[in-house]
């Protein structure tokens, strides 16, 4: 994978909180030994708060801050094209990350037929943030946050799922937040309040289901990561993404399986617990929108070969 260094980021769409930082959401399912409420790159804890109006106290905050800087880093000169160090910070290509993610739904979530896409900011933050969905520390890995529609990530994730998930690729890195953006989309097409209705665990509940077809969505950006332009529409976003690229993605996938994370923690797997899936369904799932490049080829609930 290789980042095109004339590209023009748009750090409107980032925010950097910092430590602490206030606004926006989310809170997803707990790494296994971890000290957060809520998920390993997942929304189902989330979406039931925001849907059924359980739990966490819902103390959204405002979004007042503006993208590039909130109490954190101020994006636009750290990110600037003036800046040749820039894709050597973490922050700057988890950016031109989101900037392509959110270009290539852009073009392809009207032809799911819902009008056109509503874009929707990625929150860096350390150690804790207040949210729309609650507060939430770094325990609880990436989320997707429904009811503010924004995505939150403290960036230290990234060394604990090369550490103890063994996901050291660089490009696991995108495929992590293309998943959670993946959730925008289900909540964008109502798809997050039908999963609510249904089983929430087991190896084919709903909520499986749910971050299956995100996998599926994360693979389908990733088919036409290349494609996607700058700011300014005319510089590519990304060089290249290579086979070893999907590859690591894939092992990323395999990783975070929920039969994977069981055995890891020393525990039994229990397939009537699983929330998000297989190691290998997880992988065939993001495969598969990878392969055929089209979210309509993504519909885990129409399915009964998961």
Known sequence: MELNERAELDTSQVNDRGRGGGGGGGLGIPLPGGGGRGGLIGIVVAVLVAL??????????????????????????????DNPQRFDDLRCRNLAYVN???GYWQKAYPELGNGKYEPTD?????????????????GVGPFYCPADRQVYIDLSFYEELASRFGAKGEFAQPY???????????NLLGTNEKASQGDQSGPRSASVRLELQA????????????ETKDKTGQEPLFKSITQTDISEALKAAEAIGDDS????????????????????????WFQQGYDQGNPKTCDTFGTDQL
């Open 261 to 284: 994370i069981q055995e890891r923690s020393g525990g039994q797997v229990n397939p009537d617990s699983f929330t998000h899936g297989t190691s290998a369904q997880r992988q065939r």
């Open 52 to 81: 059924l109006g359980g739990g966490f106290g819902l103390n959204a905050m405002t979004n007042g801050d503006e993208g590039g800087q909130a109490g954190g880093t101020d994006l636009e000169q750290l990110c600037s094209r």
């Open 100 to 102: 392509s993610i959110q």
């Open 122 to 138: 990625t929150n860096y933050f350390q150690a804790a943030v207040n949210t729309g969905c609650g507060q939430a520390d770094s």
């Open 215 to 226: 996998d599926c969505y994360a693979g389908a950006w990733a088919k036409h990561a290349t």
């Open 176 to 186: 992590v937040l293309a998943h959670e953006y993946g959730h925008h989309i289900q």
